[in-house]
Nanobody, 115 residues
Framework: QVQLVESGGGLVQPGGSLRLSCAASGIGFNIAIMRWYRQAPGYQRELVAAITQAESTNYADSVKGRFTITRDNAKNTVYLSMSSLKPEDTAIYYC?????????WGQGTQVTVSS
């Protein structure tokens, strides 16, 4: 059974930092492309960051220089380190794993940036 379990969300003040984690099981994590998406109320889900099997990364323009995606294949876990958070980063953050042509999703974790 495939599971992607996100954690690390919460309430943070503007300018603060959070680190999200996504623990995967039931998939070939080493061959998966891992991505973080987010969805704010009233908006479509958008790609935030991605990391390939070779650890090549790419980011949405809105988070470049503030967010960092990393992976630990030994722990089957992908991370999203977020700094200099802004109110507009408020959203539910979802972990996505692409294995060959199949996509798997986590349940999401809420990030709220507010004073």
């Amino acid at each position: 059974q495939v599971q992607l379990v996100e954690s690390g969300g919460g309430l943070v003040q503007p300018g603060g930092s959070l680190r999200l984690s996504c623990a995967a099981s039931g998939i070939g994590f080493n061959i998966a492309i891992m991505r973080w998406y987010r969805q704010a109320p009233g908006y479509q889900r958008e790609l935030v960051a991605a990391i390939t099997q070779a650890e090549s990364t790419n980011y949405a323009d809105s988070v470049k220089g503030r967010f960092t995606i990393t992976r630990d294949n030994a722990k089957n876990t992908v991370y999203l380190s977020m700094s200099s958070l802004k109110p507009e980063d408020t959203a539910i953050y979802y972990c996505n794993a692409q294995v060959i042509i199949t996509n798997y999703w986590g349940q999401g974790t809420q990030v709220t940036v507010s004073s």
